[in-house]
Structure formats: C-alpha cells, structure tokens
C-alpha cells in the first residue's frame, strides 16, 4: 500500500499559490469562529469565557490551515486535515484549560475525518490509502489502550479516544507518518511535562494535558512529511 501522491501549492503558479493558500487560511478563521459557535451550544461548560480571548485559537486555526494548504496544495485529502486542524484548535485548548477532551469532539474528528477520507478515496482511488488509515487507527488505539492499562496515571482514556481519528489521519498518508506521529506524541508529552516540572520548580504537577502533545505531533508530521 503506497502513499497518497503529495503536490503540494508550490505546483500551482506563485500567484495562483499565494491566494489558493491565502483563501485557506482565511476559511480557517471563519471555520474557527463557527466551530467555536457551534461547540458553545454543544458544551457551554468549556466555552472562551472573553471574545478577546478567542482570537489566538482563530489565529492559530488560520495558520495551520494554510500550512496544510500549502504542504497538500488542491488535493482531494485537504478538506479531512482542514478539519483536524481545526478541531485540533479547539481540543487542545479546552484540555489545556480543562484537562479534558469532550467525546462530543472528539467523535466527530474520527466520524467526519472516516467520511472524508472515503470521499477522497473515491475522488483519488487511493482505497490502499484509506484502509492503510482504518489500520492505523486500529493499530495506533490499541497501544494507547494498552498504555493507558499499564500507566492509568500517564495516559487518560480521552488520549485514548483520541488515537484512534489520529491514527486515521496519519495512516491515510503512510506507515512512516503513523509511526513517527505516535512516537513524537510521547517525545513532545514528556518534553511538556519536564518543562512544567521546572516551571513548578521541581514540583510534579498533578495533571499533565497528553492530547496536545498528541495533537501537535501529529500536525507536525503531516506537514514535514505529507
């Protein structure tokens, strides 16, 4: 099963690259806005307490969908990872400030991210590609299940929950992609946790937020490798 063929925007010609990546960008702005909207309703427990305080996750969303624009250019895939980059957003800062990753977002990456991969899999005919991504998702919930059995204290069941769209997404791309995408989860988990240990001065918080790390390693791979 051979990796999905990669363009990317530096294909197109620079201008028509420049806006391509531009457009992108500014939907993930606006898909943040709605996303934020739409998860108040869903779960008015974790909602931005400050319209003030929501621009940086509408900031962030708009530069990660560019990147994606940018590494995967016009490709039948990019309206999946658009998506994971925009709830990646959203989970990442509701488990920074909660210590939690909602299962009424966390579903939606897996079932909306299946529907669209399928979608580009009919578009492409990269099926390879997509059972390549239901193994992974497989493979990459199985060993967090097992880990979280072995360490209940280190890995949640919400982490647990959240291997499976990520393995997904990073099995669709290939075998390289959903090893290295796991493997860094755990360097850049573990890199978080030191850093809040010295920032405790040596004191071991109680809880560490696991999922974006996961997250971050997963985006990171998707656009070094993609």
């Known amino acids: 099963m051979t ?3 990669v363009t990317g925007a530096e294909h197109l010609p620079a201008a028509g690259a ?4 531009l457009a992108i960008a500014l939907a993930g702005v606006a898909l943040d ?3 934020r909207a739409a998860s108040r309703r869903a779960l008015p427990q974790f909602a931005v307490s400050s319209p003030r305080r929501a621009w940086p996750t509408a900031a962030a969303a708009g530069l ?3 990147a994606l624009a940018w590494r995967l250019g016009p490709a039948p895939e990019l309206p999946a990872y658009l998506f994971l980059a925009i709830a990646a957003v959203e989970l990442t800062r509701i488990d920074l400030s909660f210590h939690i990753l909602p299962n009424r977002l966390v579903g939606p990456l897996l079932g909306v991210g299946l529907v669209l991969l399928t979608g580009s899999a009919m578009t492409s ?3 390879p590609a997509l059972l390549r991504g239901i193994i992974g998702l497989v493979i990459l919930f199985v060993c967090y299940f097992i880990l979280a059995l072995i360490s209940p204290n ?9 291997s499976a769209p990520l393995g997904l997404y990073l099995g669709y791309l290939g ?4 090893f290295y995408g796991g493997a860094l989860g755990f360097v850049a988990g573990g890199a978080a946790a030191a850093l809040l240990v010295l920032k405790n001065r ?3 918080p109680k809880e560490v937020a696991f999922g974006p790390s996961m997250l971050a390693a997963a985006l990171a791979v998707i656009l070094l490798s993609a």
Do not use: H, R, S, Y
Request: overall charge negative; proline content about 6%.
């Open 175 to 178: 075998w390289p992609q959903l």
């Open 202 to 204: 040596g004191n071991t």
């Open 3 to 5: 990796a999905p063929t």
């Open 33 to 35: 806005v709605a996303g």
């Open 154 to 162: 280190g890995i949640g069941m919400g982490d647990v929950k959240l």
């Open 125 to 127: 005919g990269e099926w």
């Open 18 to 21: 420049a806006l391509f990546i």
């Open 64 to 66: 990660l969908c560019g």
